[in-house]
């Protein structure tokens, strides 16, 4: 698994999950609380996969030029920021617009009175 992340899996865990997972998250809210499209999300998730190999090089001695480290780092963070963006983006659906849309499960709406 190492060879796989090009770093121990705590480093993993700790750099990628939580730290820059945070800032995929508040990218994900940002952007869609900005009424931006999603595409945006993955161009600033691939900017966010740079900054955590260089983190986790610069902090924990990780390889810094591996390809597979990268895209699994750059994956979870889409990811990440992927879901943030879609709970904003329903969540303001139906607080905006509360007379045209209701809630449909954690990630949706639907218009009110369709079942």
Same mark, same amino acid.
């Given at each position: 698994?190492?060879?796989?992340?090009? &770093? &121990?899996?705590?480093? #993993?865990?700790? /750099? +990628?999950?939580?730290?820059?997972?945070?800032?995929? #998250? /508040? +990218?994900?809210?940002?952007?869609?609380?900005?009424?931006?499209?999603?595409?945006?999300?993955?161009? !600033?998730?691939?900017?966010?996969?740079?900054? @955590?190999? #260089?983190?986790?090089?610069?902090? #924990? @001695?990780?390889?810094?030029?591996?390809?597979?480290? !990268?895209?699994?780092?750059?994956?979870?963070?889409?990811?990440?920021?992927?879901?943030? !963006?879609?709970?904003?983006?329903?969540?303001?659906?139906?607080?905006?617009?509360?007379?045209?849309?209701?809630?449909?499960?954690?990630?949706?709406?639907?218009?009110?009175?369709?079942?």
């Amino acid at each position: 698994m190492e060879s796989l992340l090009g &770093t &121990t899996l705590p480093v #993993f865990i700790g /750099m +990628t999950v939580f730290v820059m997972g945070f800032a995929a #998250f /508040m +990218t994900g809210q940002a952007l869609a609380n900005t009424w931006q499209p999603a595409w945006k999300a993955a161009a !600033y998730c691939v900017l966010l996969g740079l900054a @955590d190999r #260089f983190l986790t090089w610069g902090l #924990f @001695d990780g390889e810094l030029f591996l390809l597979s480290g !990268y895209l699994i780092d750059t994956a979870v963070l889409i990811v990440i920021c992927m879901v943030s !963006y879609r709970l904003t983006q329903a969540h303001r659906m139906v607080t905006q617009y509360p007379w045209v849309y209701e809630r449909r499960g954690l990630f949706g709406w639907r218009e009110k009175g369709r079942r």
